[in-house]
């Protein structure tokens, strides 16, 4: 891996700085949203002994539920290319060491890999992976793994 000394200026960084804190205070409110729907739907749930009512809403808090995992994760990548900002490491490819651009960084702030690093790694075992020249889904930042949801359904949970 070739390091490179190279970083963004303090005038950029604050640019990014405030579109991440923007991204921030938006996903706090829908993370808010979304436990407030949980929460409402476990209040009002009522076992009516009807079989499709009880899946209806079993659905409905699985959906919500998994939007909730994945706005959490979402917070903290966020969170962590906020910390990235303050140490004045954001932007650098964690795989190449060289300036992530500036246009994937403005729709995606949380990335840590350039595009060239995030497509030249292979997957393996990934479900979505037909063959080599197949399309794939590789944004690691926003799969959520196992254990991780099993500790955000515990925070989750404990704070109801």
């Not at 405030?18 to 996903?27: A, D, N, S």
């Not at 939007?67 to 290319?81: H, T």
């Not at 964690?94 to 890999?113: C, F, N």
């Not at 515990?154 to 704070?159: A, L, Q």
């Amino acid at each position: 891996m070739a390091l490179s000394s190279a970083r963004y200026s303090d005038e950029e960084l604050e640019e990014f700085k405030g579109l991440i804190e923007e991204k921030i205070t938006k996903t706090k409110q829908e993370v808010e949203f979304l436990k407030s729907q949980i929460t409402e739907s476990h209040e009002n749930s009522q076992h009516s002994g009807d079989w499709t009512d009880e899946s209806s809403l079993h659905t409905e808090m699985e959906f919500i539920s998994n939007s909730l995992l994945r706005q959490q994760q979402f917070l903290r990548n966020l969170e962590l290319a906020h910390m990235r900002v303050h140490n004045k490491t954001y932007g650098i490819c964690s795989i190449t060491g060289q300036l992530i651009d500036k246009e994937r960084l403005r729709l995606v702030p949380h990335a840590t890999k350039s595009v060239e690093a995030k497509n030249a790694r292979p997957i393996v075992n990934s479900p979505n992976t037909v063959s080599d020249n197949s399309p794939r889904l590789t944004d690691e930042e926003l799969v959520i793994k196992p254990e991780e949801r099993v500790q955000l359904q515990k925070e989750f949970f404990e704070n109801i």
